[in-house]
């Protein structure tokens, strides 16, 4: 008897210690048989008590008088699958007649609370079918991306979700993006999480960083073309709409319309096209968008007004020629001039790190969900990484991305430098593939004195 004591009392230190220190490990050794039993023991009254139960329907309430039985109990949610995971347990429930999803879904904080989970979340899967995902612990506080993931061409996963699931930034159902963030809020990491995620690829990447290129130019092995100021921002934007243009001629001549051709496989972008005449599809970065839309002169007001010009052409025809943006900036207001609310309006998929302004914070999401939009500006300025990503469709998520360093980016691009193709007409603004210059002695250092 006192060996086992002992022994149970190991096993709650090691539980005990594990929790607090390792949450992930605690979860795989004892969490999700602990979560497992008390969902499966709780669930009736929690339902109950969340108000997701539906009265007995009339024929068992005839039956039971027939009988001369008691009244039968108000009927839960059948429960089609319980999945656990590898940071929580995945629930399937099949409503009740006269439930809906959204009973579930405002329920959420009150089933977290009942089951003794970190979170809870739940979306429908098709008609009176929800799926409710319960996280274990806090997965965004040490992000751990798992080892396998849905890979595909133009997919790419670049942050992980608080129910545990895989962001994935998909260029071809979401073709162009917008991503905020203030200084110091994850935003040049979540950026370095993409480009290191597109470089094993077959694609084109196209940089514009208005900081001298202090951000990119260090990845410049991986890049097609870069510019590092406006005025070759504006020539790099302007070769690639000739380049869009290009392509859209040999679609045209490609597109295969007779009648003997399916209708599935009539060309219409560059993915309908052979694979041996397909053009690379070209991914343009945009470090910075503040940089190109300020002026302060006439002929920078001009330059300006090109520069957006060319970015909402290729936002609204880029698509189909296989050319993707990725708007980054610290802030995005309608203040940047005429044409930044049309191609905000073109940018799909919206990310915001923590932002030093609501209209910021309404600009991303303002047309998408104001819930977003609340989440958005309350992110704390202590947990960099955190982000709202949302899309069209009204649905959002808090995400966070794994910390990548700029040696690992830089590795990365290094590796896979030979699949950087050749777009001819980027090729003038292709970065040299030698060393960074070395650092320069700050100014405000002076030679020492000789004697």
């Known amino acids: 008897m006192t060996w086992f004591m002992v022994a149970v009392v190991v096993v709650v230190a090691a539980a005990g210690l594990l929790r607090w220190r390792r949450p992930a490990w605690y979860w795989l050794t004892f969490g999700v048989v602990l979560a497992t039993v008390r969902v499966l023991v709780r669930y009736a009254s929690v339902m109950d008590a969340c108000g997701l139960t539906v009265p007995p329907s009339r024929w068992r309430l005839a039956l039971a008088r027939v009988a001369n039985r008691p009244v039968p109990e108000s009927r839960v949610p059948r429960i089609l699958r319980l999945r656990p995971t590898r940071t929580g347990l995945v629930l399937r429930l099949k409503l009740r007649p006269g439930q809906d999803a959204f009973d579930v879904a405002a329920a959420t904080d009150r089933l977290r609370h009942s089951f003794g989970m970190y979170g809870v979340t739940s979306r429908e899967v098709r008609s009176g079918v929800v799926e409710v995902r319960m996280t274990g612990y806090d997965v965004l506080k040490q992000v751990q991306m798992p080892t396998k993931t849905d890979t595909r061409p133009m997919r790419v996963p670049v942050a992980l979700r608080e129910d545990g699931s895989v962001h994935y930034r998909d260029y071809r159902a979401v073709p162009h993006g917008l991503t905020l963030g203030a200084t110091e809020s994850g935003k040049s990491v979540y950026q370095r999480n993409l480009v290191a995620g597109l470089a094993p690829m077959d694609v084109a990447l196209v940089g514009i960083d208005c900081k001298q290129g202090v951000e990119l130019f260090p990845l410049a092995r991986r890049f097609s073309a870069l510019a590092d100021n406006p005025d070759t921002a504006l020539e790099l934007l302007e070769a690639l709409v000739s380049h869009m243009e290009e392509v859209y001629l040999l679609i045209r001549a490609e597109q295969r319309v007779s009648v003997a051709v399916p209708d599935a496989e009539i060309a219409a972008d560059i993915w309908d096209l052979p694979d041996d005449i397909r ?18 002169s006439k002929e920078e007001e001009k330059r300006r007004d090109r520069i957006i010009t060319a970015l909402v052409r290729l936002a609204q025809l880029g698509r189909a020629a296989g050319i993707y943006l990725e708007i980054c900036g610290q802030r995005f207001g309608s203040e940047l001039g005429k044409g930044i609310t049309m191609l905000r309006a073109q940018l799909t998929g919206r990310t915001a790190h923590r932002v030093n302004d609501e209209t910021s914070a309404n600009m991303a999401f303002g047309d998408i969900s104001p819930d977003a939009v609340l989440a958005a500006i309350q992110i704390p300025a202590e947990t960099r990484g955190i ?50 210059p070395s650092a320069r002695v700050p100014l405000s250092k002076t030679a020492p004195a000789t004697a």
């Open 387 to 436: 982000a709202i990503a949302g899309d069209s469709t009204g649905g959002w998520h808090r995400i966070r991305a794994p910390h990548t360093s700029l040696r690992q980016a830089v590795n990365t691009c290094t590796k896979y430098a030979d699949r950087t193709p050749d777009v001819p007409a980027l090729a003038a603004y292709r970065p040299a593939a030698g060393p960074l």
């Open 279 to 296: 053009p690379v599809p070209v991914v343009v970065l945009v470090d910075e968008v503040a940089e190109l839309a300020l002026f302060a």
